[in-house]
């Protein structure tokens, strides 16, 4: 998968709203003396337990020139028999923030005064937090928004107020999430992957994200119904490299719905998606760069919604055991790649008539598959074929068979 190179002049105002907040928080850190007096605390502050939390609290630190760490990098702690009381002044990290390995810790008040993080914010594996309250006036994250494995975690709206942009976007195996509210303001990341989150039922809260430069993953969220709230997310306009878009194993998605302003990806993966009977939502007229994915979609009978001038170079279609139209692809002209496998009700390749050049031909063990009509000017032809293994199928044509006329049974 590809990360963004070059700019674009379509994002010149995401960019230039981005740059000002920069500079926003540039001048408020470097404001020193009688203006801003600055309390640092210099190199990483480990804060394991909440007597260490309340002593660095007394000192009055309002900076951190290193990490701020709460809990544990590694192992679980004991040591916070209640939810701190103390505010601490800290308004700025110049480097990340972690909150990680607490038992006892059930919210983030403690860190009220905190607007700046220059590096990374990670919350992970604290087994009573339940909200991200006390982070509200956080604006800026300047690297990765990771969140996971928080068990009794239900609320993220803490962050309503972090803006902009952040590279890898991360909220995983938190069982009890329902919504992503709180994520509003952020516009652009290099990745997001929303994972393992068994109570979350809907994407709401990322309505704000405008741009992803180098995938979108949405897997394992099996309470998952739709895709609604990336209704804003749009392909990189210009010469960019696109992302990845793979939905995966979200049992209980029943539509597409949601990605309607995308028009070009650098690949395409659902898998494992039983509840999807169609592809409705995949209707705007969409370039591939590299592959178009569709795997083990139990109950889907058709390509239905899928706009029929797609353009892609490798097209595998596998363990779709519903499937029996693929006429969506008329369309399709060119392909590197044709993969047909395992489709157990698939009787006919109706909807490639109009493939007129393909380099390799893999066709195997579609147990109903006997008629390849639709293939017949392509292989007579055979502009450019390379490789043609068509198998263990209710009939398995050679080349030679279509120039006899004999495409099916």
């Known amino acids: 998968m590809k990360a963004q190179t070059k700019s674009h002049p379509n994002s010149k105002g995401l960019s230039l709203i981005y740059l000002a907040l920069i500079g926003f928080f540039s001048l408020i850190l470097s404001c020193s003396g009688d203006d801003a007096p600055q309390n640092t605390f210099n190199g990483d502050a480990l804060l394991n337990s909440s007597e260490q939390l309340q002593e660095f609290a007394e ?3 309002t900076k951190v020139s290193g990490d701020l760490i709460i809990g544990s990098q590694y192992n679980s702690t004991d040591n916070w028999p209640n939810s701190p009381e103390e505010i601490l002044n800290v308004d700025s990290i110049m480097g990340n923030l972690l909150i990680a390995n607490t038992r006892g810790l059930s919210h983030l008040k403690v860190l009220g005064n905190l607007v700046y993080v220059g590096g990374k914010l990670e919350v992970a594996d604290n087994s009573s937090l339940s909200s991200l309250n006390g982070l509200e006036k956080l604006m800026h994250i300047g690297a990765d928004l990771n969140i996971g494995s928080n068990a009794l975690l239900q609320s993220i709206e803490g962050l309503l107020n972090v803006q902009g942009e952040v590279k890898e976007l991360n909220i995983s195996k938190n069982h009890l999430l329902q919504s992503l509210n709180g994520l509003e303001g952020i516009e652009k990341c290099e990745t997001l992957t929303i994972s393992e989150n068994s109570g979350l039922n809907s994407l709401e809260g990322l309505e704000g994200l405008r741009f992803v430069t180098s995938e979108v993953a949405i897997r394992s969220n099996k309470n998952l119904k739709n895709l609604q ?6 392909s990189m306009p210009g010469d960019v490299d696109a992302f990845t878009l793979s939905i995966s194993d979200n049992q209980g998605l029943a539509s597409l719905e949601g990605l309607d302003h995308l028009n070009r990806l650098y690949a395409l993966n659902l898998d494992d998606l039983s509840s999807i009977q169609n592809l409705t939502g995949l209707e705007s007229r969409l370039s ?3 592959e178009l994915k569709l795997r083990k979609l139990a109950n889907i009978r058709s390509l239905r919604g ?4 797609i353009s892609v170079p490798v097209i595998r279609i596998t363990l779709n055991n519903a499937l029996v139209d693929i006429g969506n692809l008329r369309g399709v002209n060119a392909l590197n790649i044709l993969q047909i496998n395992g489709n157990e009700s698939l009787k006919n390749l109706a909807g490639l008539e109009n493939l007129e050049s393909i380099n390799q031909v893999l066709i195997n063990t579609n147990r109903s598959l006997g008629d390849y009509c639709a293939l017949t000017n392509l292989m007579i032809n055979h502009r450019g074929l ?9 009939f398995n044509p050679s080349i030679s068979d279509f120039s006899n006329g004999n495409c099916s049974l």
């Open 386 to 394: 390379q490789s043609y293994a068509v198998v263990n199928n209710l």
């Open 59 to 61: 000192k009055g630190y």
């Open 229 to 234: 709230g990336l209704n804003h997310l749009r």
């Open 288 to 290: 591939i760069d590299t």
């Open 306 to 309: 899928l706009n029929t001038q």
